[in-house]
């Protein structure tokens, strides 16, 4: 023990960035938020990657200066401006470079390269925080006339470059003020927000409304994408989120019942109707959009009892992968009901994992071998069942029944717990790899039960086909007809340039090999060039149809997003 | 008993129709399929009408006649009807005006009413029944060339003037030979078919699929519309279908996967991946454009394990409405998961049910009344759960609790078993009671739980100021934010107008009352008027310009539907 703690441990930074940074803005989630690679995981790093100490006692460009834009003006004239400002106050405009970059910056590998080098891509030219509906109408009735091109900032953690301000503009800022709740409907089992609300503020109003709104029972919202503390309901809508819960509750989409979205063309009010039979379903038109349509204001969304109290935690080991998916795939068909959290790990990501938690050598690691589980083939599956109480108790029984007919082994519930503990943080681990030029980075797709295993090779296959490349997968978003792939990779890079091309053939991979071009963090400008090709003309030709109708001028998110205005050779 | 034996009873018809007549088209269901009324049912219509048998002894004009059109020649020159022939084969083009008014008419009673009297109101000028989708692409080319109106014809059970061919031109009829299993995937528990295949011929596939596809399981399709047995798979994506196990299976929007949808704008495929973000859903799009977008030719659906073993029937009686209403809602919200067929009649539909049953006067009746459970104000729920073993169990065990604590008494089983006997074989009645001059119809809404009591009232205020007018009303599709409310009506009606002008104001009362214009017949040409009213006009406009994307030149199924192309003053 003693050794242990006098050994290197690299220098992470445990400090908030400096207000005013460029590390401010790229670093992951709180100031003051961290989560450090383990010993055990930094160990497997210098390993994998054949480091010594030494490559981690000096950082790259931490992004600590102040974020300064040089000569990039904001290319826009002062009465424009003025504008703006006659909109929505002098306090709500900013042409300060600071704002400019913060929020012309999603959180893909590349922004982030860019922003430690000093080096943003594009600006937007002036940033605007609306406080109304009305405002956010004439503001798009203002670029729309002057053909502005005009972004909305969520949250701003967009994994496809969907924030990207490629031909400058505007960005509005919803999180500021659009954010407050319109009506909650303990009837109906709905709640009318501003789509600027974040998730802990909604999550947090559903869990007290006994308190807050004077109901009979508390609720929740169903929707925990790993950057629910950071993102909001209009992100998670417009780029077709999905949750940690998302097998019990349904994806973003789901959830959905009825929106206000201005667009150039005018207003778009859907109704909160459970279901209808009056043409096609223009609210569902509204999702996806990813800022290209128009802006999402409102949104009525669907709410749940909240039952904590019932849930079973459970978590089994299966002898092969093979094993593991067809449990899993059993289970969503058995017409038992789904668990909430619900997850697979192939082979390597339950190898790092166990091997992270520190059970490589222990007796269970042993006992787990000796029964025929053998590292390199195992893989772990985890999760919890919820709702009422017959019904979560029954869907657990069911899990145990199918899991063990498919050779598996209880692991108990202390799994979970762990992974619940680690379900938002993880995403700080970036920066402290980041800090010595270590990337981790994620890709998904959806696939269907029949072509998940030539996905999950494919992609396997690639990746690892670059020296030194972690490579971990599991599936976390489960329904009867099929599921996604989550890759998480692990690689040195020498720079940007290198990276991107590695991580576009991983896109590239996952489209050849029959997944879709993701599953849940939309496609933004990053799988765009793609999206003709995978969704084929039929479809592309609809959604242009539709771009042409909402915004004739092209003015919403322009510049590549969705494949709907850029050439599209991938 | 043998005073009932000797008393008058109509004569209803009990023979098929003749081949080549009028009613041969009208008729409902199979030539001899027959339900009469019986005597309950039929002395309470003489009472609530204030008729005699004397009313009841010859029948109003029954469409014996052969079906002839006149001079209503088709008004297509030779050389088109030509090149559908070259298209599709002679045998597979008809220009007979039996063809032509049987695939132009739909069920609706005033349909019915111009049949009966041998006055159909449009016809389209030529019927053609093409073979492969291949065949369905050259007739929209052709079509969209020419401009000439093109219609598709499905089961033809509309109900909403889906089918009338307004300005003419061509009918496609989808059932002869578009009913093709293209794939049946049991690894992802999906069925891909042409979209002329009617509900038993799918669902016997799949409750046969063992021995058919040496699957490991059998299988249920979930739809089971009332009209399930003459309506096909593109009819019920087509005008947005629910079936009465909708609770716990899904609309018929819900088990589309991908289709293939054939537009004069080029083909459209969407892919049929359980859920992807890849912007906003084109194959949703599809879903509810009622042939003015283009025509369904292929659908893969989800299926779901066939668990007919595991059912449980309940049925309980409740003192109120409101208390029916508030177990239903408490129910759905529960968290429980749902039964499968879930029902609850208001009093009116109640009593009439018990009366015709022959419940009134019964011990059970007076053990009803003796428990507080009053005819007139007390209403039945009834339904099955299924799935599962343990899951069905467990929502039956919830609806019982729920249903007790909202002051209901259990009536055992068996009223399902009743209702499970008549659920597809009660519009049989309409043609008996039509003979007559006796009208019964139906319309539908969607409404949310709190708009709920609204509807009901303010649509029965209308329906019964109408002297000796009946009014049964339900709800039978259940979801945790709302459901739908079916109104039965029926009445005396001297003139068709006099029936359409009531029907119509019957439509308007919804609407203004707050419900959807339709929860699962489609809009049609019958409450196409008041769409834009209905949706908004942002709604229409986005409705509109899909149109125009898909059809250009305004021929899928012009002259009205969905309000897309003709002026929309009620
Ligand atoms: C560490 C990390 C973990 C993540 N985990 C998950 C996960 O588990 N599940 C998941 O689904 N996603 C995940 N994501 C991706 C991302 O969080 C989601 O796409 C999220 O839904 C985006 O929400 P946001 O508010 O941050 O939107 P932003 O990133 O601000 O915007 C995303 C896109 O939506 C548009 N948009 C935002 N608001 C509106 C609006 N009101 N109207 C119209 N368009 C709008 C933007 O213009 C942009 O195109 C993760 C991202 C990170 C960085
Ligand atoms: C007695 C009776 C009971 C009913 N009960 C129910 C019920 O319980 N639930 C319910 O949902 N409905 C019910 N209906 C309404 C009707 O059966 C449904 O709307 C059904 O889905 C229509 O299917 P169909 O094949 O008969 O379509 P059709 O009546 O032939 O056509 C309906 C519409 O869809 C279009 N269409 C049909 N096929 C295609 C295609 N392949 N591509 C594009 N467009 C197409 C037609 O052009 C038309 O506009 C009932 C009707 C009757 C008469």
Redesign the interface.
């Known amino acids: 023990m003693k050794r242990k703690k006098t050994s290197f441990e690299p220098q992470w930074r445990t400090t908030p960035p400096e207000p005013g940074s460029w590390r401010s803005i790229f670093k992951w989630g709180a100031p003051d938020g961290f989560k450090h690679p383990n010993a055990k995981l930094y160990a497997m790093l210098k390993e994998t990657f054949g480091l010594s100490d030494d490559a981690f006692s000096a950082p790259v460009s931490a992004g600590d200066d102040p974020v300064t834009l040089g000569d990039k003006a904001p290319a826009m004239p002062l009465e424009t401006i003025e504008a703006f400002t006659a909109i929505c106050g002098e306090e709500n405009v900013s042409v300060s470079d600071y704002d400019r970059v913060k929020y012309s910056t999603g959180k893909t590998m590349e922004e982030i390269y860019a922003l430690r080098d000093g080096t943003p891509d594009k600006v937007a030219d002036l940033i605007v925080h609306p406080r109304t509906e009305e405002e956010i109408s004439r503001i798009v009735a203002l670029c729309h006339e002057k053909k502005i091109p005009l972004h909305v900032f969520g949250g701003g953690s967009s994994v496809t470059l969907g924030l990207t301000p490629n031909k400058g503009g505007v960005t509005l800022v919803m999180a500021t003020h659009m954010t407050r709740v319109v009506e909650f409907?303990e009837?109906?089992?709905?709640i009318t927000v501003e789509c600027g609300i974040m998730g802990p503020a909604l999550e947090d109003l559903l869990n007290n409304a006994p308190n807050t709104f004077n109901t009979r029972h508390p609720y929740t919202c169903g929707h925990f994408p790993q950057s629910f503390e950071f993102s909001t309901v209009g992100g998670w809508i417009a780029?077709?989120?999905?949750g940690q819960q998302s097998s019990y509750y349904g994806?973003a989409?789901d959830l959905v019942?009825g929106q206000t979205?201005v667009t150039p063309?005018?207003?778009?009010?859907?109704?909160?109707?459970?279901?209808?039979?009056?043409?096609?379903?223009?609210n569902?038109?509204?999702?996806?959009?990813?800022g290209t349509?128009g802006i999402l204001t409102r949104a009525t969304l669907?709410v749940?009892?909240h039952?904590p109290g019932t849930r079973k935690n459970f978590s089994f080991i299966f002898p092969t992968w093979q094993d593991a998916v067809n449990a899993t795939?059993e289970i969503s068909?058995?017409?038992?009901?789904m668990p909430s959290v619900f997850r697979i790990s192939d082979p390597e990501e339950t190898y790092i994992g166990l091997k992270q938690h520190g059970i490589e050598g222990t007796p269970l690691d042993t006992f787990m071998t000796f029964k025929g589980y053998k590292s390199g083939q195992r893989c772990l599956l985890l999760g919890h069942t919820?709702?009422?109480k017959?019904?979560s108790k029954?869907?657990c029984?069911?899990v145990r029944r199918i899991a063990k007919a498919n050779g598996a082994m209880s692991l108990t519930g202390y799994p979970v717990k762990l992974w619940q503990h680690g379900r938002f943080n993880d995403p700080y681990l970036r920066e402290d790899l980041n800090d010595y030029g270590v990337v981790i980075d994620t890709l998904e797709t959806?696939?269907?039960?029949?072509n998940l295993h030539q996905v999950h090779m494919g992609v396997r296959k690639y990746i690892k086909e670059r020296p030194d490349t972690l490579c971990m997968t599991h599936c976390s978003?489960i329904?009867?007809?099929?599921?996604?792939l989550y890759f998480i990779f692990i690689g040195k890079f020498e720079t940007r340039d290198e990276f991107v091309a590695f991580q576009r053939g991983i896109i590239q991979s996952i489209e050849e090999n029959g997944g879709?071009?993701?599953?849940?963090?939309?496609?933004g400008r990053m799988?765009a060039p793609l999206?003709e090709k995978?969704?084929?003309?039929?479809?592309m030709?609809?959604?242009k149809?539709?771009k042409?109708?909402?915004d004739p001028n092209n003015i919403m998110n322009p510049g590549g997003t969705?494949g709907l205005d850029e050439p599209t050779e991938p």
């Open positions: 409907n009837t109906n089992q709905t780029a077709k989120g999905s994806d989409v019942l979205c063309a005018g207003k778009v009010i859907t109704l909160d109707y459970p279901s209808t039979a009056t043409g096609p379903m223009v569902d038109i509204l999702k996806g959009g990813e349509y669907k749940f009892r039952t795939r068909q058995a017409e038992c009901g919820e709702g009422e017959g019904f029954n869907v029984k069911n959806g696939v269907k039960w029949d978003h329904y009867p007809q099929g599921t996604n879709t071009l993701s599953h849940h963090h939309g496609v799988m999206m995978h969704l084929g003309k039929g479809q030709d609809t959604l149809a539709l042409k109708h909402f969705l």
